[in-house]
């Protein structure tokens, strides 16, 4: 009898969670497709693409920095920013933020230049990289669109030199 | 001691171990017992079962809408017409054939409050003709193509912080698609090094979910030189 007391508890019990779940999934699965709704789906392929060290001007110490340039070609039903935000860079393997887009603050600076490819054109794209070296396993590095967003772009690999 | 252990044990010796509502149950084949603890499990499981079904339901779903919205948002877009003009001269722009004029000798405006060292300001001039219908069903867009780079334009919102006085006469894409007559100048902020470039207007057509099917563009090269005082 006790037995089965704690089966049928058991069972109140899982279906308590069962309703947790159905809530939680449902709760994600609208945040998801809101989010879904305002995120451009992309169309846009990288060529030429070319990279070397170099030493910007306010670099840290223990980090290294390369140049990396390559042609974007842009045909999503948006403008490609030319920025860490749109088009981002991570290491194929180990930590994420091995490698990042080097964008120095500057308290001073309020309006900053925004080059992009515009919808439907081709475009020249430059970003300086900044790579931890100990946390860095391996030299491939990923280039992605839209990195932080719902339906990223992988636009291929590059090798550190 | 236990007192009562013979006659606990006399109760147990001589006791059919049953009590009346403990008795058989000759339909189910069942003891009352096991029977009561099934009804007992049974409403729980039947509500497991049904969440059980409705979670599954839900994931489907939300997993079959999502895949559907990722095919509709991937709208491609054509490589864009572009055509260049030359400077300082009248040309038609846009499905509705818009006249354009752009001035071959743009202005450098230095640099401003807010802006990095190495940046400065450059205002390109524009003159738009009016036109008789609006269209909605667009959206423009003004760049500054400097070697292989694309500089959107500083609409007058931006402007209005560090410099009012230019804002008030700062012209944004959107007003490709308006239909009154508009002369103004079109700010970019760009490299110190820029001393030359291609003013691009963008027109954009929208599809019925109003994104960006197809560009049409219009080119016209032009260079800057300091501004000249006084003239807004």
């Known amino acids: 009898m006790i037995e089965d007391t704690r089966k049928g508890m058991g069972l109140w019990v899982l279906a308590g969670l069962l309703v947790l779940a159905v809530l939680g999934v449902g709760i994600w699965g609208a945040v998801h497709l809101s989010a879904l709704n305002m995120a451009p789906g992309w169309y846009a392929s990288m060529e030429g693409v070319e990279i070397e060290p170099v030493q910007p001007e306010g670099a840290e110490e223990g980090y290294n920095y390369y140049r990396l340039r390559f042609v974007l070609t842009n045909n999503s039903n948006q403008d490609i920013f030319i920025a860490g935000w749109n088009l981002g860079v991570a290491p194929a393997k180990g930590d994420r933020y091995a490698v990042d887009v080097w964008e120095p603050w500057d308290e001073n600076v309020t309006m900053e230049t925004e080059p992009c490819v515009p919808v439907g054109c081709i475009g020249d794209v430059e970003l300086i990289l900044e790579v931890d070296p100990e946390e860095m396993e391996g030299k491939t590095v990923q280039i992605t669109l839209d990195p932080y967003g719902e339906m990223p772009l992988k636009l291929g690999e590059v090798e550190l030199p | ?232």
């Open chain 2, 1 to 232: 001691m236990k007192r009562n252990a013979p006659h606990s044990d006399a109760w147990n010796a001589q006791a059919p171990e049953r009590e009346p509502w403990q008795e058989p149950d000759h339909f189910s084949g069942e003891t009352p017992e096991r029977a009561g603890g099934g009804s007992a499990r049974l409403v729980p499981l039947v509500i497991c079962a049904i969440l059980l079904a409705v979670l599954l339901v839900e994931g489907v779903f939300i997993w079959g809408k999502s895949a559907q919205m990722q095919r509709n948002n991937a709208v491609y877009v054509p490589s864009a017409e572009q055509n260049v003009y030359p400077a300082d001269e009248s040309f038609s722009f846009g499905p509705l054939q818009r006249a354009m004029k752009v001035s071959g000798q743009g202005e450098d405006m230095g640099r401003i409050t807010g802006a990095a060292q190495d940046e400065k300001i450059v205002r390109v001039a524009l003159r738009m003709g009016a036109v008789n219908d609006a269209v909605w069903d667009c959206s423009g867009a003004f760049y500054l193509q400097c070697g292989g780079t694309y500089y959107p334009n500083l609409g007058g919102y931006r402007l209005k912080q560090e410099h009012p006085e230019w804002a008030m006469r700062a012209l944004d894409g959107y007003e490709l698609c308006e239909s009154g007559m508009e002369e103004g100048w079109v700010y970019f902020l760009v490299p110190e090094s820029v001393s030359e470039g291609t003013f691009w207007m963008h027109w954009l057509e929208k599809d019925e979910d109003y994104n960006n099917e197809s560009v049409q563009a219009a080119g016209v090269p032009v260079s800057f030189a300091q501004e000249v005082a006084g003239n807004d």
